[in-house]
């Protein structure tokens, strides 16, 4: 039986039922074809703005509803992204471009954070505080109300579910804005789940839409929360936008996370390593090894086999063929890998691999002998480019590391577990990874950035989760009421 039925929501959103966009309707397009393969509703303002209200009203029920019934509503979400994970991964690699294996690892995540989320309805969600006065004195967390979420493109379904499904296993309700080009893997496929896992009316809205759109979602007084993926420029205008609204904004943003190969790590595995976190999906990940730190009595050989891997890496339509890179999303962000790519070369670093694209399929790329101020080394690209610097001793490896403005993901391969370990201390990172590459993610893992790179820990594990989508709230009691001096 299939999930979606494409009929009902052409040229529609979805709030509480399918209801004809405000905004009109966009195409959705096949990033390695160019065909369209669906439409879908834009939401505006005044869609956001009915969501919200819609949202508010049915929240109440839904907090005071137990947290047996809210569970079941999330197992039940679990199995059917495992039961219709063929149907969601085949929209994943047609309106992503990703490949089928990384499709898989969507719906087994989303599948998983349904199930974690359905633990988390029952979770201790407070504390009994000593007080000076007779009296029960409590810290207890409450539903904020109305959620907001605002998810990417590259992993739609892993970015979105994330924080639908904690969100609403906490009482909440959610609003949520994916982004227009994967507006079906990360937006309609979450609500046609939901409701046939049998969520209540009015809980979930998913509002395709651009900037406008998510703006119009940072303003709504009904919304209370903001969940945001995206770059680092678009975050800190949503903080802005919602610091001036006091409303919290949880932002995991950009990375240009680096990946240290000491002198004694396994040079075979450490390409492997290396090529993995640099030319998964395109490199379109938060998470993506940006930056190749080789020791130098390794460096040269490292450049010559990652080189040798990118080339021989198949790089095509994932619909048709089987291939380890499918398509960049569009136009604009292959320019501008280009363009870095180009001034690279341009600033005196060797093109080893790669350097060239046809239409949106851009070959795995690999440039040496860049240094600090090369700009695919010194910018996040978001694209399969993987620049390599070389480090002679510790106190560089963690300076050069440390030399940026993001703090996501670190990577750090030895053999020598506690060196490694010693050397993660000195470079802020929200996510180290010994002995592996720097893109995991697990459901039950906190997970977020420092510096550009975000807010901290905002999503997964029960602590974060709790913290991003309840509100504190102290209570007392006591058997009788107090007698003042006036």
Not at 9 to 24: F, I, N
Not at 206 to 220: E, I, K, N, R
Request: charged content about 20%; glycine content about 10%.
């Amino acid at each position: 039986m299939s999930l979606l039925d494409t009929g009902a929501w052409h040229g529609t959103l979805y709030s509480d039922g399918w209801v004809e966009a405000a905004g009109g309707t966009a195409a959705v397009r096949s990033p390695a074809t160019g065909e369209e393969i669906g439409r879908v509703g834009v939401a505006d303002a005044t869609d956001v703005a009915r969501a919200a209200a819609r949202a508010a009203q049915a929240q109440r029920a839904w907090a005071a509803t137990s947290y047996q019934e809210r569970a079941a509503v999330l197992r039940r979400a679990g199995a059917l992204w495992e039961q219709h994970a063929a149907e969601v991964g085949d929209w994943i690699v047609r309106e992503a471009g990703s490949i089928p294996p990384k499709a898989g690892v969507e719906t087994s995540t989303a599948a998983q954070e349904c199930y974690e989320a359905a633990a988390l309805a029952s979770h201790p969600l407070g504390e009994i505080i000593p007080s000076a006065q007779p009296r029960l004195s409590l810290a207890r967390r409450l539903p904020v109300g109305v959620v907001g979420v605002i998810a990417p493109f590259n992993f739609p379904l892993i970015l979105a579910i994330r924080s639908v499904a904690p969100a609403l296993a906490l009482g909440n309700a959610v609003v949520l804005k994916p982004d227009l080009r994967t507006a079906v893997s990360g937006g309609l496929t979450l609500a046609a789940v939901f409701a046939e896992a049998g969520l209540p009316d009015g809980l979930l809205h998913v509002l395709p839409g651009g900037a406008d759109t998510g703006a119009a979602l940072v303003a709504d007084p009904h919304v209370r929360v903001i969940s945001f993926t995206g770059s680092t420029a678009a975050g800190r205008k949503v903080g802005e936008a919602a610091a001036r609204h006091l409303k919290r904004a949880h932002l995991e943003l950009g990375g240009n996370s680096a990946l240290v190969v000491l002198d004694d790590a396994d040079l075979d595995l450490a390409v492997s390593a290396g090529a993995w976190g640099s030319f998964l999906h395109q490199g379109q990940i938060c998470m993506t090894t940006g930056r190749h730190l080789v020791h130098a009595s390794l460096v040269e050989r490292y450049v010559e086999a990652l080189a040798e891997k990118a080339d021989h890496l198949p790089v095509g339509d994932p619909t048709k063929e089987q291939v380890a890179l499918g398509p960049i999303i569009d136009e604009a962000q292959r320019d501008k890998i280009h363009s870095l790519v180009t001034a690279s070369v341009d600033a005196g670093a060797r093109l080893a691999a790669g350097g060239r694209y046809d239409g949106l399929f851009y070959r795995p790329t690999v440039l040496a002998d860049v240094t600090p101020a090369t700009p695919a080394y010194a910018q996040e690209v978001f694209g399969p480019v993987a620049p390599v610097l070389s480090f002679t001793d510790l106190d560089e490896a963690a300076a050069l590391a440390a030399d940026t403005e993001y703090g996501l993901s670190l990577g750090i391969l030895s053999r020598d577990v506690p060196k490694a370990l010693a050397l993660a201390d000195r470079i802020p990172s929200g996510i180290v990874h010994i002995n592996d590459q720097t893109v995991s993610d697990e459901a039950v893992a906190p997970f977020g950035g420092v510096r550009a790179s975000g807010t901290g820990s905002r999503f997964g594990g029960a602590a974060a989760n709790v913290e991003a989508f309840t509100e504190t709230q102290w209570l007392t009691v006591q058997g009788d009421i107090t007698r003042y001096p006036f």
